[in-house]
């Protein structure tokens, strides 16, 4: 691929909308995911300091899912769409 | 509202080393663990903390990290519910917000073309934040919780996802207990400021927006009178 070719293909990137949606969700959703990590590792963490047996369970499976559902979403846009 | 009601409303128990109760004195001094007052009313009969409870009394499903086996869990206290009314109300609005605001936004914002998959994807996003905005306020909620022991009083702040401040002190370290009650809203839930003051250099310990604070303050008053009694 030749210097044209390569200018042509970032010029028709910059003004494909939902390209540029694209790139942005996929940006927006790596940090995301980062934060769905560290906000389960500190959940986690705070359900073992106090433990209230009937609710922490709950409370694990919930972060948890935030988080799977997170990656899932990111792989989503990374790869289907 | 009427001045008087910013007033604020402070109670203090007064502890003393007399055998007779003192002024504000709860607690008897021949009060032990388990007879009655408040001490001995709250390890009385157990309950099952909820995981909104804010005020759980010997509840009988926590346990916490570096409990004694002969330790038992006096009292369970977090916010007061009702400080959690912002973020539901504003959680409730965003999750019908996008009923709403979407053909409006599609009407301004016309210029914009993106797939129907994108959008689809973008609304997925869109809740996926909102499910960790309420996650993360509920914890903020949840673990910001103060543990009254038979032997120690651990105070759990959670100000912030990436910051934790986890302080405790024994009871025979405590000097003295007071609470604090500002305002209209305070007064009608019946919730306040409980400030336990330790010896020497040590961090005071807050139970910041505690319900029904004035019971807290006779069971951590009683808790104190307990100990001087077992120590004398």
């Known amino acids: 691929m030749n210097t044209p070719d390569i200018l042509q293909s970032l010029l028709l990137l910059a003004t494909n909308q939902d390209i540029l949606f694209k790139i ?33 369970p709950i409370f694990n499976i919930l972060v948890f899912v935030h988080l799977v559902a997170a990656t899932g979403l990111l792989l989503f846009v ?3 769409l | 509202m009427d001045p008087s009601d ?52 010997n509840p009988s499903n ?21 400080t959690n009314l912002p973020w539901i109300v504003l959680a409730i609005l965003l999750s019908i917000a996008p009923v709403f605001f979407t053909p409006i936004l599609a009407n301004i914002l016309s210029f914009i073309s993106i797939s129907a998959i994108t959008q689809t994807a973008l609304l997925f996003t869109y809740y996926l ?22 032997e120690r009083i651990i105070d759990m702040d959670f100000t912030n996802i990436l910051v934790k401040h986890v302080a405790e002190t024994r009871i025979d370290l405590i000097e003295d207990v007071s609470y604090t009650q500002v305002g209209g809203i305070r007064t009608i839930f019946n919730y306040g400021d409980v400030i336990i003051q330790t010896a020497g250099t040590k961090a005071n ?6 319900p029904r604070p004035a019971v807290i303050a006779d069971i951590v008053g009683d808790l104190i009178q307990q100990e001087r009694d077992e120590d004398s």
Not at chain 1, 40 to 54: D, G, K
Not at chain 2, 13 to 21: A, G, N, Q, T
Not at chain 2, 28 to 43: F, H, I, R, Y
Not at chain 2, 63 to 76: A, G, H, M, S, Y
């Open chain 1, 24 to 56: 942005g969700l996929v940006l927006i959703l790596i940090v995301y995911v980062l934060f769905a990590l560290i906000l389960a590792r500190q959940i986690f963490l705070l359900n073992s300091t106090v433990n209230q047996i009937s609710f922490s």
């Open chain 2, 62 to 82: 926590v346990v916490f990290q570096f409990q004694e086996p002969d330790e038992e869990i006096i009292l369970l206290v977090r916010k007061h519910i009702i």
């Open chain 2, 205 to 210: 310990i807050e139970f910041d927006r505690a």
């Open chain 2, 129 to 150: 934040v909102l499910f960790g905005y309420i996650l993360v306020n509920f914890s903020l909620w949840y673990f910001h919780v103060g543990l009254i022991t038979t």
């Open chain 1, 78 to 80: 990374l790869f289907l």
């Open chain 2, 6 to 57: 910013t007033k604020p409303i402070t109670g203090e128990i007064i502890l003393s080393d007399e055998k007779s109760p003192s002024k504000g004195s709860i607690a008897s001094p021949t009060t032990t663990k388990n007879s009655k007052g408040p001490v001995g009313e709250a390890l009385s009969e157990k309950h099952g903390a909820h995981f909104f409870s804010a005020f759980a009394q």
